[in-house]
DNA sequence: AAAACTCACCTAATCGATTAGCTGGGTTCG
DNA sequence: CGAACCCAGCTAATCGATTAGGTGAGTTTT
């Protein structure tokens, strides 16, 4: 690889006039401009990062740490962030905390390393201590995405989990169904707890109660969806609805409805937040509220590449995008005998 | 942040040392080591890979290079990646080259300046010149995933895709299907190409051919799956069968198939090479080939290390792995009436 | 006991950029 | 006309690590 020396010894000029231009930094002539390009080419050079970021102090690189890459919906994020992130200018690191709180200490120390320019993190811990680079040093800059933890001064980008959940709730409710039953995920995470609350919520306000053996959660994989949805589907009288906590979830819920012989909507209604996209010509289609996406993640780098320019964070800024609701065909009225008498009708599926 | 200095002036000790104690490159008496280890402790020191790398002349970076990062099956990629990369020591960088040849080579060129120690592609273009970091310079080591290049020498990780589209021909055949179609990739890429051969060899081994127009090719995507599935299943006699050549945009024909009022497998078979994972409770269920992901993944990501390693490309390697069948419910046997006239049966659909 | 080795550690050059500060020729102005 | 100023371009310090080569004390060899 050719270095800077050799393109000023080949243009007969000093380092710093090739820096010059390279960088648009100072006035150069005409002249010395044209032989120096000249020489990149002929030597086809590129600057070293390494050194260039040693001096400068930054990187160029921007990580992104997400709770579970398995997730489709992180893989969109992913997706999404690097096209914001090449916007600016940036290179994209990917890693995978795996929700692990102990796994994510240790990427965050990588990123401190590789002296990355700023951090998009899904956190799983409940605490961002170690966001602070060392007791006296800058903390990186960070955008807290998805979630949020409690005590945390970072910007933040969120969805409204509370409208979410309600959202999809009264629309069960509106279809008659009183006898709802919920798959949630980690109630320690804001994601978790915030779905299941605005649920409580929405029912509470039509007076309604959610029994607690009608409430599940688990972690926010398929698997994990499948094994307590079955469990709570199994029970000598089940609910009519679900309300599920997100797209991956969701798949779960509906695979142990398969399992178990019932059909959806026929036996039991499913009414989720976030989908897996793509799935439109599969059956059922499910009735979810969606997040925009690409706006919050195109939102989260922004925050981001303006913590990094002003070179320290400012006051924080916690950014909430609004669910909306997508009607499919997953959900059905409920039938009027069992609005009639709820506790009769056990054996309704099958 | 602390320097190394720093931590060698606080342990009292040169920073040689602090440096032989941090790699563990040379013998450092237990006491000075243990200084050294306290004032790294202290003053939470971590060393500069920016420094470091320059002064090594490598990066601890690879790069992942996909086609297609809206793409379920390259979002896997990126999982299986994250985790062998981050085993190995290095951390992942992503790139999105949206299946445009200069997209990837703005890529490439940003690869080169990142220093990363190499590169796992998904080629785009149909050259790979760009490789090669510069006329006089050696090459980025390098491993293309999933598809190949005419020419190349660099290595590959592959699935066989005559054998792929061939079993899944197979099985449609075995079912009594004789007018099959599909709907495949771009038919310059290996993908789209090979998986067509599959399908036309296995045919003709049966005697029987497949008509150009139950032939459709389109890139693989969900939206342009679906368009051409429409145009090839509107035709007036249409296919018993269809091959698609992978889990994306089968997902698109099935939306296809739902939106013109056909039922799968009623009116129409359908299997595919690879699906998306986690859609098992959702109907039909796809009956398709499935790659060993990770172990390729893996593959590739040990065959990059190791070129890494040894410094420079050995003779080129390529792996090439086997898909299987997986059968699910979206394929059912034909009934007799079409085996007996095929020609006439053009309204058994809706 | 002098020569020859080891060993543990240090000094200082080095990687390839950026950039503060200098230089010397040309203008401007009092 | 000389002082003050500008300006393009250069010299050399610098970023924070690694590492070749050096040093002096202790050990072995002859």
């Keep these: 690889m050719a270095t800077i020396k050799d393109v000023a010894r080949k243009a007969e000029v000093s380092t710093a006039t090739v820096s010059a231009v390279i960088n648009d930094s100072a006035y150069v002539s005409p002249e010395l401009r044209a032989r120096v390009l000249a020489a990149v080419r002929d030597l086809s050079y590129a600057p070293s990062l390494a050194a260039r970021n040693l001096k400068r102090g930054r990187s160029q690189l921007i990580a992104l740490v997400v709770?579970?890459?398995?997730?489709?919906?992180?893989?969109?994020?992913?997706?999404?962030?690097?096209?914001?992130?090449?916007?600016?200018?940036?290179?994209?690191?990917?890693?995978?905390?795996?929700?692990?709180?102990?796994?994510?200490?240790?990427?965050?120390?990588r990123v401190r390393t590789l002296s990355c320019d700023g951090v998009i993190l899904v956190p799983v811990g409940d605490s961002t201590e170690h966001l602070q680079s060392d007791p006296?040093?800058?903390?990186?800059?960070?955008v807290l995405f998805g979630r949020t933890v409690a005590g945390d001064r970072s910007d933040t980008v969120t969805i409204d989990n509370i409208s979410a959940s309600r959202q999809?709730?009264?629309?069960?409710?509106?279809?008659?169904?009183?006898?709802?039953?919920?798959v949630t995920g980690p109630l320690h995470l804001t994601t978790g707890r915030g779905r299941l609350d605005g649920m409580l919520a929405a029912m509470r306000s039509r007076g309604l109660a959610l029994e607690s053996r009608y409430i599940r959660s688990g972690e926010f994989r398929e698997d994990a969806a499948y094994s307590v949805a079955r469990s709570l589907l199994e029970q000598p009288s089940r609910p009519t609805a679900l309300y599920v906590a997100s797209g991956l979830m969701a798949l779960g819920v509906m695979r142990a409805v398969a399992d178990l012989g019932l059909r959806c909507p026929g036996d039991i209604s499913i009414a989720s937040t976030d989908t897996i996209p793509g799935i439109g010509g599969l059956r059922p289609r499910l009735t979810r509220t969606e997040h925009?996406?690409?706006?919050?993640?195109?939102?989260?780098?922004?925050?981001?590449?303006d913590q990094i320019r002003r070179g320290g964070p400012a006051e924080p800024r916690n950014v909430v995008f609004q669910p909306s609701l997508v009607v499919g065909d997953s959900c059905a009225p409920v039938v009027a005998r069992s609005v009639a008498s709820p506790l009769s009708s056990s054996g309704s599926g099958q």
Tied chains: 1, 2.
């Design 136 to 142: 006296d040093g800058k903390p990186i800059p960070t």
């Design 67 to 109: 709770a579970d890459l398995a997730n489709p919906f992180f893989s969109r994020v992913v997706w999404a962030a690097e096209a914001a992130v090449a916007a600016w200018g940036y290179s994209l690191l990917i890693f995978n905390s795996d929700e692990k709180p102990e796994v994510e200490r240790r990427i965050l120390a």
């Design 292 to 305: 925009p996406l690409v706006d919050m993640t195109n939102e989260a780098v922004r925050l981001l590449v």
């Design 168 to 182: 999809a709730t009264e629309y069960l409710l509106d279809l008659g169904h009183t006898r709802l039953g919920t």
